[in-house]
């Protein structure tokens, strides 16, 4: 029996008033009001980062730390493995793609009150990306003098170690649902310093008190019910938000609820900005959604212009009313937005962005450097910054006594994201084979819902378990993510899509090189260190174009023989990450100049 410890992860993570855009074919009653900010928002601005001093220290030889592996034979074979482990379906690939949108013009914005409406918001709940972004622009909003309000439904599997003065902010607030009501309590705390209301219906349905946050069958009536109860609150107590800004299908109502029913109730002044963060879940439902939620006019909401599912003519689209009666749609990054509604990536929405493009553009997601910072990370052991860069091996000597993994010169490489087919499953197993054959170390930390999914990777992990170049984690765990981006060398990222990336934006902030292949934010955010037309100083990591074994293995190669062959330009890679300024900062800017354009002023 081999003396590897297994680390168990933490189980899981208007007068003039917001009005559908016009369809081409065929118009609806509704008029136009979102009139353009400007024809696809924001790319990144450009800044001139300062070049780095050369550096000079090697980035590896560490000393010594205890080695209780057996050393497996090599090379590892990945084709026997496979073999013996449960199958991992291949999916459909995307396309790589071109062009980044140019950045809006800046200029001052007042301060307004912006009412965030989210199933997300980290760390108390959160999934995957979105839970980060919520939270970072609520920020970021706040710091620029805005007043800021979050909404959530009140899950019983949240992080409430993380929410302060969590107190009762409204009784009996009695939600519409199916010609009835049901009552629910409206808590109130702050999540590190952002005001957030949280809402718990009481009815045996238990909608939020599952243990997790989605995946169930009723999902759609869950987050039907949560838009009703946010905007019922709203309306109550007499909060009139100059913007509300909704994320993800899960929220998509809201628009459809305000200008349907409630700005008829009085609510009028509100605008809505809706952003998309994935395209692939889109809320398909059945005509059931429109009774409980009150929207009693089927033959109304069913039309190909308002909630008809484009694909299935018998559904209605939750996220394609989102973007029908919001008065500006946004995705989380210029590439993003161009993929959607001309690459073939909108799934099944191209037409709908199409005809509202006017109103759409990609505004790149920010990170929040506070939140995300090597030099204050309560959860890493070393702390550092550019200037102390070699603290970053304490980090790497940490994480490898954490995993047991052996001491040795070897390149750290590492994937953490959730298991799913958009993550490039097939290529992130492969790396890890390819990364042990040359002479890399890999960490894995990963989960899915899917137990299919899963049970492949928990094989591989038996397989490898004896390896002490390889460990996989299944599971979900914010601060042994910390570890895994402070400690890492270099950070694998092969998506079939990605809509913007939080991964590799973190591993840079963490001078953690990444490898990614060119879709979406990716292509964004990352400029290969030979290929990229981008001044020297810029280029921070490695970009490969195919999704396939030869294109994953021609990127990895390079940033393998990059860190042995050339370890000054290696270091050079990681100091232009940790200096790449992907802060909220660019952003906030951005989507206050959208609340600007659209609020009634
Ligand atoms: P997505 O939103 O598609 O899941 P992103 O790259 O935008 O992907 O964001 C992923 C976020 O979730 C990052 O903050 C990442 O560190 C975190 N994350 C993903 N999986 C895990 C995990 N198993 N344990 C801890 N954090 C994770």
Known sequence: MHPKVEQKAAAPAPAKKAEPVKQAAVAPAASSVATPLKPGTPAIA??????APTPTAKPTPQPAVPTPKAPV?????EEKIISEVPELK????????PVAEPPPPKHRVSPMFVMMISSELAPVAKVGGLGDVVYGLARELEMRGNAVEIILPKYNNMRYDHIWSLTRAYENLMVPWYGGAIPATVWFGFVHGRKCFFIEPHSADNFFN??????????VLRFAF????????MLKTGKHPDVIHCHDWQTALVPVLLYEMYQHLGMRHPRVCFTIHNFRHQGSTGENILRATGLNRPEHYFHHDRLKDNNNHHAINLMKGGIVYSNFVT?????????????????GLEHTLHVHQCKYGGVLNGLDYDQFNPESDPHIPAHYKVQTIEKKYENKRALRSRFWLADSEKPIIAFIGRLDQQKGLELVRHAIFHSLNNRAQFVLLGNSP??????HFLGLKQHLNDSPDCHLEIGYNEELARLIYAGADMMIVPSRYEPCGLTQLIAMRYGTVPIVRACGGLVDTVFDKDYSNRPLHERNGYVFDHADNAGMESGLNRAIACYYQYPEHFRHLMINAMRSDYSWNHPGEHYMNIYDHIREK
Do not use: M
């Open 90 to 97: 291949p999916k459909e690939e995307a396309k790589p793609a």
């Open 450 to 455: 899917e137990k299919g999914i899963n049970d």
């Open 226 to 233: 949560f838009c009703r109860a946010a905007l019922e609150f």
């Open 73 to 77: 034979s090599t090379p590892v074979s």
């Open 210 to 219: 599952r243990g997790v946050y989605y995946g169930q069958n009723d999902d």
């Open 331 to 347: 995705t989380v990054s210029p590439r993003h937005a161009w993929e959607a509604k001309d690459d073939g990536q909108g799934f």
């Open 46 to 51: 450009e800044k001139p980062w300062v070049v």
